[in-house]
């Protein structure tokens, strides 16, 4: 039932071709992984945010801040621990080269780097794209997110 389960999973995460052949264990290591990256990165952007709100408080409250920029710090680091990890085994993953590349652009402000990686996803993405007709096989996608996906392209293209 386990192997069941997680072959199910492969085909419809859009964690990348790497995973097809990758044994459950490995499969669990990398959802928990990546929930952990996710995790961080969201408590990394809710710190930044709230920072920015102390900030600009009234009466700004130095512990506070003082506290907020130790959380932004420690997810951020933990964020970025756990995509590298991902990318270690999973380098052709377009999930984790799109949300590792969310997380430099929104936590560290490095337009570049990101820019890179979702480069990389998007040439990962269209390679898979042609090489199976269009359709991405354990991708998950579905032709309502595809046309979401190439819209996304497009936007980033023009900018």
């Not at 990398?30 to 710190?47: C, D, G, I, L, Y």
């Not at 990890?85 to 377009?94: G, Q, T």
């Amino acid at each position: 039932a386990i192997y069941v389960k997680s072959k199910d999973w492969e085909q419809q995460t859009a964690a990348g071709g790497d995973l097809r052949s990758a044994n459950v264990m490995s499969v669990f290591t990398f959802k928990r992984h990546f929930s952990m990256a996710q995790k961080n990165h969201e408590a990394a952007k809710t710190a930044l945010r709230d920072f920015c709100e102390a900030l600009l408080a009234a009466q700004p409250d130095q512990g506070r801040i003082i506290d907020l920029t130790a959380a932004i710090v420690d997810s951020e680091a933990k964020a970025r621990q756990y995509y590298e990890l991902l990318l270690e085994s999973h380098s052709n993953s377009v999930q984790v080269l799109r949300a590792y590349g969310s997380l430099l652009r929104d936590i560290y402000h490095d337009e570049d780097a990101a820019k890179v990686l979702l480069s990389r996803a998007d040439l990962i993405e269209d390679d898979q794209s042609a090489t199976e007709g269009g359709s991405i096989v354990g991708g998950g996608s579905l032709p309502t997110q595809k046309s979401a996906e190439q819209k996304r392209k497009e936007a980033r293209r023009k900018k």
